[in-house]
């Protein structure tokens, strides 16, 4: 071969080495712009993933502030309540004590009466002036401790009264009993034979009417009794109340009349007083209303029946 041959081979052979090195650098561009698209993909996907994540987060911690927010007011709210509690708890306290005050009162007065009829039942005895002298003042006591003919009395009504009391703490729960309950607002007169409370349930209580016979007006005066306790104390305003009738006598209408109306319905035989409910009774409580309504409002029970 000549050197003329020898060197276009050369150049031939060079050219295709060009040829390829231009190729290959051909590849290497286009894979360094993959690249780079990848990587900016990647830049910005990893952005978009960081916002997200901001986001989340600050979801997140304003979740947490608002649930900060609401467990501060509850506890707020839980600790008024304790102390709103802890008020009626002392104010029920004082009001017991007045009452056992009151109740020696009346105790005495009771002994104080008894003895005054026993000097009366003497007079009777010497003569007959004196006769329609005592007559005449026991007509005077007899409006003032009601009639006569139907109601107890303040000395009658002591008879049963522990036997009651213990009716109302061991089988409805009331735990605070009063007596001969007077209240005043006015010119308004206000007299229960017994009022029962709960420590336990503050929002409830019971008036209880004593009769020697009940009859349909002595129902209607209770439910009527109920209504305007509220308006005559602080004591019966605004709470569930229910009410009991009892007696020594129940005609059957009556008995069935108190039932169907949800008072609780107690005999009371030898000075000793038992619940005469039947297995499916449901008292039915009154909300007492300071308002000038006409009748107690029903309110559906929040307890069965003793």
């Not at 910005?44 to 900060?68: G, H, P, S």
């Not at 109302?168 to 007596?179: A, T």
Request: hydrophobic content about 35%; aromatic content about 6%.
């Amino acid at each position: 071969m000549s050197t003329e041959e020898r060197v276009w081979a050369i150049l031939e052979q060079t050219s295709k080495e060009i040829s390829l090195l231009s190729s290959e650098i051909r590849e290497l561009r286009h894979a360094q712009q993959e690249t780079d698209r990848l990587l900016r993909e990647f830049i910005q996907q990893n952005d978009r993933r960081m916002e997200e994540t901001d986001r989340l987060l600050r979801e997140v911690i304003q979740e947490n502030a608002r649930r900060m927010e609401e467990t501060d007011r509850r506890f707020k709210e839980t600790e008024q309540l304790i102390e709103k509690n802890a008020r009626q708890i002392q104010e029920n306290s004082l009001l017991a004590k007045e009452s056992k005050r009151e109740l020696k009162e009346i105790k005495q007065l009771i002994k104080e009466t008894d003895r005054q009829l026993k000097e009366t039942d003497q007079r009777l005895k010497e003569t007959d002036r004196q006769i329609k002298e005592t007559d005449r003042q026991i007509k005077k006591l007899g409006k003032q401790f009601g009639d006569a003919g139907n109601s107890f009395g303040r000395y009658n009504e002591e008879l049963p009264y522990p036997s009651l009391k213990r009716l109302l703490q061991k089988q409805l729960g009331f735990d605070y009993i009063v007596q001969r309950l007077a209240i005043q607002k006015g010119v308004d007169y206000l007299e229960l034979d017994a009022a029962a409370f709960s420590t336990e349930r503050p929002d409830t209580a019971c008036i209880v009417e004593i009769k020697t016979r009940f009859d349909s007006k002595a129902v209607k005066r209770l439910l009527d009794v109920i209504r305007r306790a509220a308006s005559f104390d602080l004591m019966f305003a605004g709470k569930e109340v229910y009410g009991m009738a009892a007696a020594v006598d129940f005609p059957a209408q009556v008995r069935q009349q108190c039932l169907s109306t949800g008072l609780y319905v107690a005999i009371i035989a030898d000075n000793l007083a038992m619940l005469d409910t039947p297995p499916d009774f449901k008292p039915r409580p009154y909300l007492s209303r300071s308002d000038d309504e006409t009748a107690a409002t029903p309110k559906k029970s929040r307890r069965n029946a003793a």
